[in-house]
């Protein structure tokens, strides 16, 4: 019982050329194939969510539970099928997007304990949150910004509006020897509502998906 891959036949025949790369060599086109990868995969995060139960057990038996900062993050995720694909990367939100979930222990996070918060966080936050919680200076260098406030309901920590990443496809035209590498980039930028992609290559026009009537990046 598993749920659907988020996909369209219609993908398949884009016209867009690095959409069309994208899914020229479609993944899991077997139902009874894609099902049991994503059996696999679910299963593999009951393994996961099993591990960190007895991690905690443990953190609570040795009494580090009340004074240890929990941070829960990921590399990116599998696409398994949505899209046509496999992997990772790309575009499309189920290959950038990631979770974070953060267990501050001390009373100051307890007015948003168990809550989902707005706004945009970046893996690059994650340092400058951990040295805030350790109490060491946050160095000039780093690009991120300490989400602590936040997770403490400080009304003075305001949330990213917007994202930004990029994205090197030179793979998906690896049969492509005459490319420019250089011209195999894309930049993306999102907020709430929208999401723009821009291609380095002028001869590839850019995405645009309204993602607050098609979250699943179905329509450009």
């Given at each position: 019982?598993?749920?659907?891959?988020?996909?369209?036949?219609?993908?398949?025949?884009?016209?867009?050329?690095?959409?069309?790369?994208?899914?020229?060599?479609?993944?899991?086109?077997?139902?009874?194939?894609?099902?049991?990868?994503?059996?696999?995969?679910?299963?593999?995060?009951?393994?996961?969510?099993?591990?960190?139960?007895?991690?905690?057990?443990?953190?609570?038996?040795?009494g580090q539970w009340d004074r240890t900062l929990i941070v829960f993050s990921s590399d990116h995720?599998?696409?398994?099928?949505?899209?046509?694909?496999?992997?990772?990367?790309?575009?499309?939100?189920?290959?950038?997007?990631?979770?974070?979930?953060?267990?501050?222990?001390?009373?100051?996070?307890?007015?948003?304990?168990?809550?989902?918060?707005?706004?945009?966080?970046?893996?690059?936050?994650?340092?400058?949150?951990?040295?805030?919680?350790?109490?060491?200076?946050?160095?000039?260098?780093?690009?991120?910004?300490?989400?602590?406030?936040?997770?403490?309901?400080?009304?003075?920590?305001?949330?990213?509006?917007?994202?930004?990443?990029?994205?090197?496809?030179?793979?998906?035209?690896?049969?492509?020897?005459?490319?420019?590498?250089?011209?195999c980039l894309l930049w993306a930028v999102r907020d709430n509502n929208w999401k723009y992609v821009?291609?380095?290559?002028?001869?590839?026009?850019?995405?645009?998906?309204?993602?607050?009537?098609?979250?699943?990046?179905?329509?450009?």
């Amino acid at each position: 019982d598993m749920p659907e891959a988020n996909r369209r036949p219609e993908e398949l025949t884009s016209a867009h050329p690095y959409l069309a790369a994208a899914h020229s060599d479609p993944q899991w086109a077997s139902e009874r194939d894609l099902r049991e990868a994503l059996a696999n995969y679910y299963g593999m995060i009951t393994e996961l969510d099993t591990s960190l139960g007895i991690l905690f057990d443990a953190l609570k038996t040795s009494g580090q539970w009340d004074r240890t900062l929990i941070v829960f993050s990921s590399d990116h995720g599998d696409y398994v099928g949505d899209h046509y694909l496999d992997g990772k990367g790309r575009h499309y939100e189920t290959g950038i997007h990631v979770p974070l979930i953060i267990r501050d222990p001390l009373p100051e996070a307890d007015s948003t304990r168990g809550e989902q918060l707005d706004g945009f966080v970046e893996s690059i936050d994650l340092a400058p949150t951990l040295l805030e919680y350790l109490g060491v200076p946050v160095p000039d260098r780093f690009q991120g910004r300490s989400v602590l406030g936040r997770v403490r309901g400080k009304a003075d920590s305001e949330a990213k509006a917007e994202v930004y990443y990029e994205w090197d496809f030179r793979g998906d035209f690896r049969q492509d020897t005459d490319r420019d590498p250089d011209r195999c980039l894309l930049w993306a930028v999102r907020d709430n509502n929208w999401k723009y992609v821009q291609f380095a290559d002028e001869g590839m026009p850019p995405l645009l998906y309204d993602l607050s009537t098609d979250p699943e990046e179905q329509y450009n």
